[in-house]
C-alpha cells in the first residue's frame, strides 16, 4: 500500500473508531460503523470526443445503533468530529422511536478471513499518471471512432481507489483497499435513415498490465457487434424456442432468480422457496448456480460483506437441487441460521440481502448444437441477447423487448429484429422448458457468468 | 446560505477561466415498513462544492466535501488542470458559453421548512398505519410494504460570468406494495406519488387511506385477471402512461446531447413528427399543477427554467439544452442542466414532461372506442434513441363495443414512440401530472415528473402467443 493510501486509511479508522465511540455515548447498546474512503480521475467521453477530465476524493461514514431491538442508522460524508457526533445522535435518536424488530442484530465477526481473494491492489493502477491514462482512452476512442457508423455517445475510463471498513462494538474489524480500472461505452450505430437501438458496455481490470489489451479487445467487439445490427427487420409472432444468450440469460432469468434466494424474501415467506425445500429439485437437473465473491477480475470481489463476516464461494443450486440462501445476520437470525456472508451496502445504506459474483454453469452441449437443435426443430425463431422490459420476481412473469435480437431462418441468421416482444415465465423456463445449456460462457460486464440457453414456449409478438 | 455564496464567489475571483462552483446540501430521510415490521429508518447527509471550469475549450471539473478556502482553492486548481490535460486531446473545442440572463436571488419552493418540522417519528407512525391497512384490506393479502423518501436540497450556484442562486427546496415520496396470493397465485401491485413540498402536498390528489386501499384491491384483483393476448392493439394511455412516453421515449430522444450524438430527432425540428393534436412540453413549473415532483426554479448552470414546448401541433419545435448545447445550436439555454450530487457534473434532464390536455372527456373516447385496451398504472419503462420504447403496466382493461369490460394482468406496451404519437387521435381534457414518485436514469439519478391527458393511440402489446 502506498503511504498517501496508508495516510488515508489511518485517517479513515480514526474516524470510524470516533463514531462508534460517539455511538455508544450516546445510548446505543450495539453499534456498527462502516467507512470508506474513494479517489478517481476519470476521463468522459460525448458525442464522439472527449468531454470532461475530473479528480475527486472523499469519505463517506455511516452508523448502525441497536437500543434493545430497536435500530437506527445516520450516516455523513465527513470526517470532522462535529459532523460524526451529530450523525451518532440522530442514529440513536431514530432507535429511540423506532418499533421493536426481533430480528435486528450486530454480531461479533470472524476477521480472520481463511483463503479470501488476494490481489485487489496493483500499485501500478494507484500509481498511473494521468499521461498513462490519456494514453489508455485514446486507445478506447481509436476503437470507437474507426467506424463512421458507430455514433458514441457516451463513455469513460476512471482509475478509482478504495477503502473500506467495517467496525463495531463486539470487535469486529475488518478492512480492504481496492484498485480498479474501470471503461465504458454507449453508443448506437447509423447508416443513412436506419439508426440502431443503444448498447452499452462496461469493463474492469484489477491489473494495470493487462489493461490496455482488454481496453482494445473489449471496444473493438463491442462496436463490430453494434454495427452488425444495422441489419434490421421484423420478426414473426409465436410461441415456442427462443435462444437466449448469456447476457439475456442474467437479465431476464438469473436477476428474478436472485429474488427468491435471498434470505431475507424467504424470511419474509414472499417467495417461491422456503427453507423446507433445500435439497429438493426446484428447477431443471441442468442448472447449477454458484455465487463466487472471490474472482478478482470481477467486481463483485470482496473477502467480507458489509457487516464484516467474511465472504466464500457458495453452492445455491446444484443440478436443479437448491442447496442455500443468500443470508445477511438479519436473514440468519430470522431463519435461525447463520451469516453467509451476503449483506450488501455502503457506508450510507442499511445491511440488505444480495449475492456477489452469480456464476450459472456450463452444461455440455457445444453452442452450435443449440442451434442446429433449434433449427431442426423450428422453420424460424428468435436469439435474444439483450433485453428492455419488465420482470415480476414474485410471479416469475417477465414480458419486453428483445433488443439486438437475432431473427434466424431458412437454416441461417437473417437480421437483427426492432420492435419484437417476448414473455414467459422465470419457473417454466428455468423449469420444464429448459431443453439445453451450452458448454460456453461469458462473463457479462467484468460480473456474472452464464451459458448460452435453448429455451421452449416463450411467448414472441413481432412489432 | 449568503456566507457561502460569498465565499464560493470569493474563490472564483481566483480563476482566469470561465468556471462555476456549486455548493449542494443534502440530507434525505427514508422509512421503510413491511408487514408490520420496520425494515428501514435512515437518514443521510451529503455536502460539498463541485467547480467545474472550462480551459482552451475542455471542461475539467473537481469537488470537495470540505468547504474551507484551502480546500476549494484545491478544487479549483485540479479542475483546472484536469481541463488543461483534456483540452490537448479534444477534436471539437467547447463554445465560449454564449450570454444569457442567469438567476441572481433566493429561488426556493415553498413546504421546505413545513416539511422539516414535521417530526420524523410522526412519519413513521404514518407510513405503519398505512402499511398495516394495506395488509389487513383483504384475507388474500400476503404482504404489504410502505416507503416513505424526503430529501431536503440546499443549493447555492455561483458562475465567473454573473450567476449566483440559492434555493431550497424539499422532494417527497410515498410507495404502497402489495402482494396478493389464493391458491399457489401471487400478484403484486404498487401505489405511488411524489411532490416538490410540503406533506400535505403528497395527499393533495389522493389520500393515504385511499391509496392503501387501490394497491390493496388491485393486488386481489390481479390475482384473477388473466394474461392479455399479444398484438397491436388500440389504446386509451392514462395520464400516467403518456407521462412515462413523454419523458422515456420522446423526452430523451430531444435532449440536445442525445441529438448531437445523432437520435431519432436529429435534424427533425420544424417536420411533422406526431398528430396535430400532440403538443408535448418540458417545463420548471407547470401552470395549475404546483408542487410537481419535477418542479425547479434555476438549474444547476445558474439558468432560470422556463417551459420548453418540444412538440407544438405535431411539429418537432425545440430541442432541452444546457449552456454547451445551446452555444452549438445558437439558442437559448432552456434551464435543463441538473446534477444529482455536489461531485456530480450537470447534464441535460428533464423537469416536469407532459402532453397538453385536448378538449374530449375520458367518458366520450371510451364510448367512441370499438375494440380496445384502456392502460393504466405504470411498472417502469426504457426508450432508446431510436424512439422504441417498451413500458410496463400494471392494470389494463378490455374496451368493447364502447365499454369497459374484463382486467387483465400486467402487459408490456411497445412501439417507436413517434410513430404512436402520429396515430393519436384522441386527447382528454382530464390531465394530470401522476409520475412524481420516479427517478430518470442517467448516469446519474434526478428527480422528474411526467404526465398529460388520456391519450388514444395504436401501439403493441407484449403477451401470450397461443
Known sequence: MSQPLKNEKERLEMAAEKLLSYAVKSGADLAEVCGSYGSRTKITLEKQDYHLASSDDGYSLGVRVLKGHRQGFASCNSTDPNELKEAAIKANEIAGFSPENPHYTIEKGDNTPIDSPTGLVDPALTDLSIQTQKDWTRLMVAEATKDKRFKLNEGSLEISTGLSLILNSLGTHQSEADTVASWSLMGMAAEG???????????????????????????????????????????????GLVIFTPRAVLDILVSSLSYHINGRVVAEKTGRWGLSDRDKQILNPKLTLIDNPWLIDRSGCSSFDREGTPTRPLPLIEMGVLKAFCLDHYAAHALELSSTGHAAGGPSTLPSVSSHTLCLAPGTTPKKSLYDEALKTQRSFLVVHRYSGQSDPVTGDFSGVAKGAEWWAGGEKQYYVQETLISGNLFEALGKDLLDVSKETKVIDSDEESPTLLINNISVTGG | ??????????????????????????????????????????????????????????????????????????????????????????????????????????????????????????????????????????????????????????????????????????????????????DGEMAESHESVGKTGSWECLFSQTSLNEMSDNAAKLAVDLLSAPKIPGGNATLILSPAMVGLLSHEAIGHTVEAD???????????????????????????????????????????????TQKTTIIKNGILNSYLHNRESAAIFGVEPTGNGRAWLYYDEPLIRMRNTYIEPGDQSLEEIIASTQDGYLVDCPLGGQADATGEFMFGAQKVTKIENGKLTKMYRGATISGQAFDVLSTVDAVSREFLLDLGSGYCGKGQPAKVDAGGPYVRCRATIGGVQE
Not at chain 2, 455536502?47 to 474551507?68: C, E, Q
Not at chain 2, 471539437?92 to 417519528?121: C, D, N, W
Not at chain 2, 435534424?267 to 417545463?283: H, R
Request: charged letters at 25%; one cysteine or more.
Open chain 1, 193 to 239: 435513415e436506419m439508426i440502431t437501438s443503444f448498447d452499452y458496455f462496461s469493463e474492469i481490470s484489477r491489473k494495470a498490465q493487462s489493461a490496455p489489451e482488454r481496453i482494445v479487445q473489449t471496444s473493438r467487439k463491442f462496436v463490430s457487434e453494434v454495427i452488425n445490427n444495422l441489419k434490421m427487420g421484423k420478426s414473426e409472432s409465436y410461441k
Open chain 2, 1 to 182: 446560505m449568503k456566507s457561502i455564496s460569498d465565499l464560493l464567489e470569493k474563490i472564483l475571483t481566483q480563476s482566469p477561466y470561465w468556471a462555476e462552483a456549486r455548493y449542494h446540501r443534502r440530507n434525505s430521510q427514508s422509512l421503510s415498513v413491511q408487514k408490520g415490521l420496520v425494515k428501514q429508518a435512515k437518514s443521510n447527509l451529503t455536502s460539498g462544492v463541485g467547480i467545474r471550469v472550462l480551459v482552451d475549450g475542455a471542461w475539467g471539473f473537481s469537488s470537495t466535501s470540505d468547504l474551507t478556502p484551502q480546500a476549494l482553492e484545491k478544487a479549483l486548481k485540479l479542475a483546472i488542470d484536469c481541463a488543461k490535460s483534456l483540452s490537448q486531446l479534444k477534436k471539437t473545442q467547447v463554445k465560449k458559453l454564449p450570454a444569457t440572463h442567469l438567476a441572481r436571488g433566493e429561488f426556493s419552493i415553498p413546504g421546505y421548512e413545513s416539511l422539516k418540522q414535521m417530526p420524523f417519528e410522526q412519519k413513521l407512525q404514518a407510513v405503519l398505519k398505512a402499511e398495516e391497512m394495506t395488509r389487513n384490506n383483504s384475507k388474500l393479502i400476503h404482504s404489504s410494504t410502505c416507503i416513505y423518501n424526503e430529501i431536503f436540497e440546499d443549493k447555492v450556484v455561483v458562475t465567473t460570468d454573473g450567476a449566483n442562486a440559492s434555493s431550497k427546496l424539499a422532494r417527497n415520496e410515498i410507495k404502497l406494495g402489495a402482494i396478493a396470493s389464493k
Open chain 2, 258 to 304: 442525445f441529438v448531437l450524438s445523432g437520435s431519432v430527432a436529429k435534424d427533425k425540428i420544424g417536420t411533422q413528427v406526431a398528430s396535430p393534436l400532440v403538443t408535448l412540453c418540458d417545463s420548471g413549473t407547470v401552470s395549475g399543477k404546483t408542487h410537481s415532483g419535477g418542479e425547479l426554479l434555476v438549474d444547476d448552470e445558474g439558468v432560470l
